[in-house]
Every structure is written in C-alpha cells, then in structure tokens.
C-alpha cells in the first residue's frame, strides 16, 4: 500500500552543524521525490527535489540522496542557520489515474537549530 | 505570491455546521488537489479534481465533498462539522500533464471547529 515514513520526528542540532532526515517509501514506482519546508503558520513551499535517474542532488547547503533499491531517500542540511528551524515532509507520488498523481507525505520532521 | 490563492484564510465554525472553502489555482494549471493537515501531522490527500471530475479520494467520508468550476477554480466542502475536522486545509495545484512534478500549495485555510 501507499506509505511513507520520515524519521526522526523532532531534531535539534546546534548552529553551524549538520541534520540529516531520512524517509522510507513503499511504492517501487515512485520516481520523483520531492522535499518541502514549512514555517510556522505558513504554506509548505519546495526547497528540492530529486528523480530517479540520479542518485543525489545539490542546492547550496542542501542536498537530497535517493536509493531506490532500499526505497530510501534522505534530507542533508550543512551549516545549518537558525533560519532554517521548520517543519520539514518528504513526499512521493502514487499514481491517481494514468498520467496523475497524488503525493503521500511523510509525518514531519521538526528541526531546531540552536543558536 | 505562490499563485494558488485560498479563502478565507481563517474560520471558525460550530459543530454541525458546514463550511465551503475556495482555491484558485496558479495561472496555467488544471488540476486541483485538496488536502487536510492537522496540527503536528503531514498533509494527508483529500482529493482531486481535474477538468470538474473527483479523480480520486483519499480515506475521507462523504461529509467532505468537492467541486471544479470550467475556470479550474474549486470549492471543498464539509457538512456536520465535527471537532475533529479542525485543521489547515491546503488546496494545491499542477498542470494535469505535469502533476509528476510538484504542487504548487496555497496559503491554506484554517478552520476551527467549537
């Protein structure tokens, strides 16, 4: 069925250190997984995203790693900054009808950065 | 501006009331999915609409209903309001031939439910 795990729940790092978060997903099919932040109060808005044919992808101080053969695929943040305390959802599609899809997203994963 | 526009942005609501809320999509897309996230939790899927059909619904019951207009507008809408249904409610919209690619999500509603 459709699922997808996200891990751990809450994180605290100090400033300046890194904070990884990892996700675990059930359909094989999935091919596209994308990362969002949300703030509080606010919209979920995409920071990166990742598709299958790669295997890692890079933007600035984030980067996302996917494995498909373990149906993983992880969240890496450097030098992270205070703003970067928010909620973060892995999601991946499952398919609606041919050509659709819906998105499953993980549970969240708070991360405080500490000053 | 992320282009997918939601009102009211804020509501409050009596048990057994029902309660409509609007999304416009960003310029350019068809499709329009709804979504319920309830506080601490991941967006869970509502459902989709596409060229003014329900394609498919999440585990959601009857109560919860939906509309497309021709302008790929939409309406969700909940009868009975329990105070379970308090939460955000994300409209999030795509190209119906590009929907693999990302949502664009509204602002969000949050409606609270007394």
């Known amino acids: 069925g459709e699922n997808v795990e996200q891990h751990p729940s809450t994180l605290s790092v100090q400033e300046g250190d890194s904070a990884v978060i990892k996700c675990t997903y059930s359909?094989?099919?999935?091919?596209?997984f994308p990362w969002y932040k949300q703030e509080l109060g606010k919209r979920p808005q995409l920071i990166i995203d990742i598709r299958s044919n790669v295997g890692e992808k890079k933007d600035q101080r984030i980067a996302v790693t996917l494995n498909k053969t373990a149906k993983h695929f992880s969240l890496h943040i450097t030098e992270t900054q205070p703003e970067d305390s928010a909620v973060y959802f892995c999601a991946a599609p499952s398919t609606v009808t041919s050509g659709t899809y819906k998105y499953i997203f993980g549970t969240g994963t708070r991360l405080k950065v500490l000053a | 501006d992320a282009g997918v526009t939601q009102s009211p942005t804020h509501l409050i609501k009596t048990r057994g009331q029902q309660v409509t809320l609007r999304c416009s999509p960003k310029?350019?897309?068809?499709?329009v999915s709804w979504y319920q996230q309830a506080l601490g939790q991941g967006p869970q899927f509502i459902f989709q609409?596409?060229?003014?059909?329900?394609?498919q619904r999440g585990n959601f019951p009857d109560r919860f209903s939906g509309h497309q207009f021709p302008n790929y507008s939409s309406e969700l809408n909940v009868n009975a309001l329990l105070l379970g249904d308090s939460a955000l409610y994300l409209c999030?919209?795509?190209?119906?031939?590009?929907?693999?690619?990302?949502?664009?999500f509204g602002s969000g509603t949050r409606l609270t439910v007394v």
């Open positions: 999030a919209s795509s190209s119906w031939t590009a929907t693999y690619y990302g949502y664009t």
């Open positions: 609409y596409y060229e003014e059909e329900e394609r």
């Open positions: 310029s350019g897309h068809d499709t």
């Open positions: 359909d094989s099919a999935s091919n596209y």
